[in-house]
Protein backbone atom coordinates (compact mmCIF):
# COMPACT_ATOMS: atom_id res chain seq x y z
CA UNK A 1 0.00 0.00 0.00
CA UNK A 2 2.96 2.39 1.31
CA UNK A 3 6.24 2.75 -1.11
CA UNK A 4 9.05 4.47 0.24
CA UNK A 5 10.01 7.42 -1.86
CA UNK A 6 13.72 10.07 -1.61
CA UNK A 7 13.26 13.23 0.45
CA UNK A 8 13.27 15.32 -2.76
CA UNK A 9 10.05 13.18 -4.17
CA UNK A 10 8.51 13.11 -0.28
CA UNK A 11 8.28 17.36 -0.29
CA UNK A 12 5.27 17.00 -2.44
CA UNK A 13 3.46 14.86 0.18
CA UNK A 14 4.38 17.21 2.96
CA UNK A 15 3.73 20.76 1.38
CA UNK A 16 3.88 23.36 2.23
CA UNK A 17 6.31 25.20 4.49
CA UNK A 18 6.27 28.39 6.05
CA UNK A 19 8.87 30.98 5.17
CA UNK A 20 10.82 33.22 7.07
CA UNK A 21 13.72 34.86 6.93
CA UNK A 22 16.08 35.12 9.89
CA UNK A 23 18.16 38.35 10.37
CA UNK A 24 21.29 37.87 12.34
CA UNK A 25 24.65 39.78 13.39
CA UNK A 26 27.09 39.35 10.53
CA UNK A 27 31.07 39.41 11.72
CA UNK A 28 31.39 42.29 9.41
CA UNK A 29 31.00 45.52 11.54
CA UNK A 30 27.79 46.75 11.96
CA UNK A 31 25.86 44.40 8.77
CA UNK A 32 23.41 41.95 9.09
CA UNK A 33 22.74 38.92 7.17
CA UNK A 34 19.51 37.43 6.18
CA UNK A 35 18.86 33.61 5.52
CA UNK A 36 16.22 32.53 3.79
CA UNK A 37 14.23 29.75 5.83
CA UNK A 38 11.97 27.12 5.47
CA UNK A 39 12.84 24.63 8.68
CA UNK A 40 11.16 26.35 11.68
CA UNK A 41 8.35 25.56 13.71
CA UNK A 42 7.15 26.23 17.59
CA UNK A 43 8.44 24.52 20.23
CA UNK A 44 7.16 25.54 23.26
CA UNK A 45 4.02 27.65 24.29
CA UNK A 46 5.24 28.72 28.16
CA UNK A 47 7.70 30.14 27.49
CA UNK A 48 6.90 30.78 23.50
CA UNK A 49 9.61 29.42 21.54
CA UNK A 50 10.53 28.84 18.23
CA UNK A 51 13.10 26.89 16.65
CA UNK A 52 14.78 26.58 13.44
CA UNK A 53 17.57 24.77 11.43
CA UNK A 54 20.40 26.23 9.36
CA UNK A 55 23.16 23.73 7.08
CA UNK A 56 26.51 23.87 7.80
CA UNK A 57 27.08 25.21 4.03
CA UNK A 58 25.43 28.29 4.90
CA UNK A 59 27.70 31.32 5.89
CA UNK A 60 24.94 31.97 8.53
CA UNK A 61 25.84 28.97 10.37
CA UNK A 62 28.74 29.87 10.83
CA UNK A 63 27.27 33.47 12.15
CA UNK A 64 24.91 31.62 14.20
CA UNK A 65 28.14 30.27 16.84
CA UNK A 66 28.54 34.06 17.88
CA UNK A 67 25.04 35.66 18.50
CA UNK A 68 22.41 34.62 21.31
CA UNK A 69 19.80 37.01 20.10
CA UNK A 70 18.07 37.19 16.79
CA UNK A 71 15.05 38.11 14.87
CA UNK A 72 12.76 36.24 12.34
CA UNK A 73 10.60 37.94 9.74
CA UNK A 74 7.84 36.99 7.72
CA UNK A 75 7.86 38.11 3.95
CA UNK A 76 4.77 39.10 2.21
CA UNK A 77 4.00 37.81 -0.99
CA UNK A 78 5.54 41.66 -2.38
CA UNK A 79 8.92 40.29 -1.15
CA UNK A 80 8.68 37.05 -2.95
CA UNK A 81 11.91 37.91 -5.28
CA UNK A 82 13.74 39.07 -2.65
CA UNK A 83 13.03 35.88 -0.59
CA UNK A 84 14.69 33.94 -2.97
CA UNK A 85 16.97 36.32 -3.54
CA UNK A 86 18.07 35.76 0.41
CA UNK A 87 17.98 32.28 -0.34
CA UNK A 88 19.90 31.55 -3.23
CA UNK A 89 22.66 34.23 -2.49
CA UNK A 90 25.48 33.87 0.40
CA UNK A 91 25.99 36.80 2.51
CA UNK A 92 29.55 35.75 2.42
CA UNK A 93 29.65 37.77 -1.27
CA UNK A 94 26.91 40.18 -0.91
CA UNK A 95 25.00 42.45 1.59
CA UNK A 96 21.53 41.00 1.07
CA UNK A 97 20.37 43.90 2.88
CA UNK A 98 21.30 46.61 0.81
CA UNK A 99 20.69 44.98 -2.85
CA UNK A 100 17.01 43.84 -1.28
CA UNK A 101 16.56 47.68 -0.43
CA UNK A 102 15.20 46.65 2.85
CA UNK A 103 15.11 49.33 5.24
CA UNK A 104 16.04 48.05 8.98
CA UNK A 105 13.72 49.25 12.12
CA UNK A 106 14.43 49.38 15.68
CA UNK A 107 13.99 46.40 17.44
CA UNK A 108 11.64 46.83 20.48
CA UNK A 109 14.29 44.67 22.68
CA UNK A 110 16.58 43.46 21.09
CA UNK A 111 20.05 45.23 19.18
CA UNK A 112 19.49 43.02 16.32
CA UNK A 113 17.18 45.33 13.53
CA UNK A 114 14.04 44.29 11.91
CA UNK A 115 12.84 45.09 8.68
CA UNK A 116 10.53 47.57 8.11
CA UNK A 117 8.67 45.62 4.33
CA UNK A 118 8.05 42.43 6.10
CA UNK A 119 4.79 41.75 7.78
CA UNK A 120 6.06 40.85 10.65
CA UNK A 121 9.01 40.52 12.95
CA UNK A 122 9.80 37.60 15.95
CA UNK A 123 12.17 38.61 17.93
CA UNK A 124 14.06 35.97 19.37
CA UNK A 125 16.78 35.34 22.46
CA UNK A 126 18.76 31.86 21.55
CA UNK A 127 18.21 30.06 24.33
CA UNK A 128 20.10 26.50 22.79
CA UNK A 129 21.77 25.41 19.89
CA UNK A 130 22.27 21.70 18.91
CA UNK A 131 24.00 20.25 16.00
CA UNK A 132 21.52 17.82 14.44
CA UNK A 133 23.22 16.22 11.53
CA UNK A 134 24.25 18.60 8.82
CA UNK A 135 22.70 21.66 10.33
CA UNK A 136 22.21 23.62 13.49
CA UNK A 137 19.09 23.69 15.67
CA UNK A 138 18.37 27.09 16.99
CA UNK A 139 16.19 27.44 20.01
CA UNK A 140 14.72 30.94 20.45
CA UNK A 141 12.74 32.64 23.24
CA UNK A 142 9.93 34.92 21.70
CA UNK A 143 10.79 38.14 23.46
CA UNK A 144 8.26 39.96 21.06
CA UNK A 145 5.68 39.42 18.16
CA UNK A 146 5.85 42.47 16.41
CA UNK A 147 2.76 42.90 13.36
CA UNK A 148 2.16 45.22 10.78
CA UNK A 149 -1.40 44.73 11.14
CA UNK A 150 -1.90 47.68 7.91
CA UNK A 151 -0.29 44.51 5.66
CA UNK A 152 -2.13 42.38 4.67
CA UNK A 153 -0.06 40.55 2.22
CA UNK A 154 -0.67 37.08 2.07
CA UNK A 155 2.22 34.58 3.60
CA UNK A 156 4.71 32.83 1.40
CA UNK A 157 5.18 29.17 1.16
CA UNK A 158 7.51 26.57 0.06
CA UNK A 159 5.88 24.19 -2.17
CA UNK A 160 7.12 21.26 -4.43
CA UNK A 161 7.29 20.43 -8.31
CA UNK A 162 3.16 19.65 -7.47
CA UNK A 163 1.30 22.46 -6.83
CA UNK A 164 -2.20 22.91 -7.34
CA UNK A 165 -4.13 25.46 -5.27
CA UNK A 166 -0.74 27.51 -5.00
CA UNK A 167 0.42 30.39 -7.31
CA UNK A 168 3.75 30.67 -8.10
CA UNK A 169 5.51 33.67 -7.58
CA UNK A 170 9.19 33.11 -7.57
CA UNK A 171 11.42 29.79 -8.76
CA UNK A 172 14.95 28.78 -9.19
CA UNK A 173 15.97 25.24 -8.98
CA UNK A 174 14.23 23.39 -6.31
CA UNK A 175 12.82 26.19 -4.82
CA UNK A 176 9.78 27.49 -5.27
CA UNK A 177 7.87 29.87 -3.82
CA UNK A 178 4.41 30.24 -4.05
CA UNK A 179 1.01 31.90 -2.12
CA UNK A 180 -2.33 30.49 -1.63
CA UNK A 181 -4.41 31.04 -4.83
C1 LIG B 1 12.29 28.82 0.22
C2 LIG B 1 13.66 28.51 0.79
C3 LIG B 1 13.76 27.90 2.01
C4 LIG B 1 15.02 27.59 2.57
N1 LIG B 1 15.10 27.00 3.80
C5 LIG B 1 16.30 26.80 4.37
C6 LIG B 1 16.38 26.30 5.71
O1 LIG B 1 15.39 26.08 6.40
N2 LIG B 1 17.64 26.09 6.23
C7 LIG B 1 18.79 26.37 5.51
O2 LIG B 1 19.88 26.16 6.01
N3 LIG B 1 18.72 26.85 4.24
C8 LIG B 1 17.51 27.10 3.68
N4 LIG B 1 17.44 27.62 2.43
C9 LIG B 1 18.69 27.88 1.69
C10 LIG B 1 19.40 29.14 2.20
O3 LIG B 1 18.49 30.21 2.37
C11 LIG B 1 20.50 29.53 1.18
O4 LIG B 1 21.46 28.48 1.10
C12 LIG B 1 21.15 30.87 1.46
O5 LIG B 1 21.82 31.29 0.29
C13 LIG B 1 22.15 30.83 2.61
O6 LIG B 1 22.62 32.13 2.82
P1 LIG B 1 23.93 32.46 3.67
O7 LIG B 1 25.09 31.73 2.99
O8 LIG B 1 24.07 33.95 3.57
O9 LIG B 1 23.72 31.97 5.06
C14 LIG B 1 16.19 27.93 1.86
C15 LIG B 1 16.09 28.57 0.61
C16 LIG B 1 14.83 28.87 0.08
C17 LIG B 1 14.74 29.59 -1.24
Known amino acids: MFESVRRQEFREYFQPSRIS????????????????????????????MISFSVQ??????????KVDHCVLA???EKLAEETLFCGDMSGKNVDKIRKCGFTLYKSSKIETPSILEM???????????????????VFGE??????????????????????????ILA???????????
Open 21 to 48: IAIIKSDKENEYNLITLCFSMYCSYKPN
Open 171 to 181: AKGIHRIATIR
Open 74 to 76: IPG
Open 119 to 137: KSNIELKIVNKIITGDHLT
Open 142 to 167: VLSFNVNKKNVERNLVSVGKIHEGYE
Open 56 to 65: NTNYSYKLLD
